[in-house]
């Protein structure tokens, strides 16, 4: 897990905690975690990699950008229909 200034929405892990502690004795800036937007992200994450399931999206064989949109609108509206 990955750990960044403000408003990150990856939660911080356990040892960066110890070592921040250790540096500071009041444990320094911890970073921010907003369990709203991990929330979201992971929801956005997951069709993604629904979309990615579709080897013409996946591996982008479509050269042309509106073919390609095509293409991912096709693999979504099946993703759709299948739910």
């Known amino acids: ?3 960044a200034a403000s408003g990150t929405p990856i939660p911080e ?3 960066s905690q110890a070592a921040r502690l250790c540096k ?3 444990g320094g800036r911890p970073p ?7 929330r979201k992200r992971n929801t956005v994450e997951r069709a993604i990699n ?4 579709s080897h013409a999206v996946a591996r982008r064989y479509d050269k042309r950008g509106y073919v390609f ?4 609108t096709a693999a979504a509206l099946a ?3 299948r739910s």
Do not use: N, P, Y
């Open 13 to 15: 892990e356990t040892d």
């Open 24 to 26: 500071v004795s009041r």
């Open 1 to 3: 897990m990955r750990t």
């Open 32 to 38: 921010g975690f907003d369990e709203e937007r991990h």
């Open 50 to 53: 629904k979309l990615k399931q």
């Open 79 to 81: 993703i759709w229909l």
């Open 69 to 72: 949109l095509g293409t991912a």
